[in-house]
């Protein structure tokens, strides 16, 4: 007589069915789990990717802002001022190579977006910068409104919109087969 005979009685064709639903109901429920799992981790991987691209997106945008700082500057203490937006421009410079590599090793795609990103920025806003230090700063309310002919940052528009798009196909890659845009 074996096990099944003795759990479930004169019933050892329906015990083995009982036995083999609940192996399949075993196995279902654990690659159910297993899949749950590892969507949740890639959702997770998406969380922290799409947060630290948009960290790396608002470096370069504290970096671009930086030729209406200096215009902004304030006047009556020149040295204090050079000394802090200098070491203000450093802290970022340093961040924004920071985010250069991480995205380079992150993603190939988005590394070279951002890179494009950051010649750009630093070539538009770079000089926008050199311009701003060699003029006065801001001496009135009027003064504080820069013009587009003093600083135009328009030109990196195209960029950042190549970033965006490098990005969101990153993430997309990450996202539940269902939730992909097609």
């Known amino acids: 007589m074996s096990w099944l005979d003795s759990v479930f009685g004169a019933l050892p064709t329906m015990g083995g069915v009982l036995f083999t ?17 590892r969507r ?16 790396a997106f608002a470096v370069y945008s504290d970096y671009k ?18 000394a802090r937006l200098s070491e203000e421009l450093r802290a970022i410079q340093s ?6 590599v991480w995205t380079l090793f992150e993603s190939p795609e ?17 000089k926008a910068m050199k311009a701003a230090w060699v003029e006065p700063p801001a001496q009135t309310d009027a ?17 950042e919109d190549q970033f965006v798009t490098a990005v969101a196909k990153r993430l997309d890659q990450l996202a539940p087969i269902v939730a992909r845009r097609r």
């Open 65 to 82: 802002e930086f030729p209406y700082a200096i215009r902004r500057r304030r006047l009556d203490q020149p040295a204090e001022e050079r």
């Open 21 to 37: 639903s609940a192996v399949v109901a075993a196995g279902v429920t654990f690659i159910q789990n297993l899949w749950l799992e």
């Open 143 to 159: 003064q504080m409104n820069v013009s587009l002919d003093l600083v135009d940052l328009r030109s990196l528009k195209t960029n």
């Open 40 to 55: 949740r981790i890639r959702e997770l991987e998406r969380t922290r990717l799409r947060q630290s691209f948009a960290e």
């Open 110 to 126: 988005v590394g070279a977006a951002y890179s494009e990103l950051l010649g750009s920025m630093r070539s538009v806003a770079g």
């Open 95 to 100: 961040k924004v190579s920071y985010y250069r």
